[in-house]
């Protein structure tokens, strides 16, 4: 079976890291560009960053960039989100997603971030 | 950022047909047939039940069906059921800065 699971999620303080980890496995893991999406309490789905097969090229939205950074090992079909500098507004379901074609075709069931004080 | 603009809400009743909008730019809709829909549960992860404007994956139900028609895409359910009740998303790829971008949603209500 095709799954993405994410892990790390959690409470911490305004100004806190956080390092959210996917881990991938029934599908060859190494083909295929990997997103993270974030959807806040109550709220629409963003997209927040993606990394590429071979990790050559990143983006990300622009309330995150500089503050985030995203990292694949394909040796170990996983993908990282290290998230720096957390605000309140970072507050979210954290979802990691495959893409295909330029959609997401297969979406893990997310990790909770909560910044909070 | 901006991002698409889909209707807070449609309604339908069993049986019928209700379509969504998703109405972006140049940039994004208008450029690229890079559109997808995804439906949502509530507490649940999305599903893409769209992809590159009108191809349906693998195990999506043939009552979903999608179009483009300039910086406009639209989401048609036919034969509305009452399991189709949730939440449906569109995304499109984007020339801009952020190369993703989503509507915000559209909640749909089978009455």
């Known amino acids: 079976e095709m799954q993405l699971v994410e892990s790390g999620g959690g409470l911490v303080q305004p100004g806190g890291s956080l390092r959210l980890s996917c881990a991938a496995s029934g599908f060859p893991f190494i083909n295929y560009w990997i997103h993270w999406v974030r959807q806040a309490p109550g709220k629409g789905l963003e997209w927040v960053a993606i990394i590429k097969r071979d990790a050559s090229e990143t983006y990300f939205v622009d309330s995150v960039e500089g503050r985030f950074t995203i990292s694949r090992d394909n040796a170990k079909n996983s993908v990282s989100l290290q998230m720096n500098s957390l605000r309140a507004d970072d507050t979210a379901v954290y979802y990691c997603?495959?893409?295909?074609?330029?959609?997401?075709?297969?979406w893990g069931r997310g990790t909770m971030v909560t910044v909070s004080s | 950022q901006s991002g698409l603009t889909q209707p807070a809400s449609v309604s339908g009743s069993p049986g019928q047909s209700i379509t969504i909008s998703c109405t972006g730019t140049s940039s994004d809709i208008g450029a690229y047939n890079f559109v997808s829909w995804y439906q949502q549960y509530p507490g649940k992860a999305p599903k893409v039940m769209i992809s590159e404007v009108r191809n349906r994956p693998s195990g999506v139900s043939d009552r979903f069906s999608g179009s483009k028609s300039g910086n406009t895409a639209s989401l048609t359910i036919s034969g509305l059921q009452p399991e189709d009740e949730a939440d449906y998303y569109c995304s499109s790829y984007t020339s801009t800065r952020t190369p993703w971008v989503f509507g915000g949603g559209t909640k749909l209500t089978v009455l």
């Open positions: 997603a495959r893409d295909w074609q330029y959609a997401f075709n297969l």
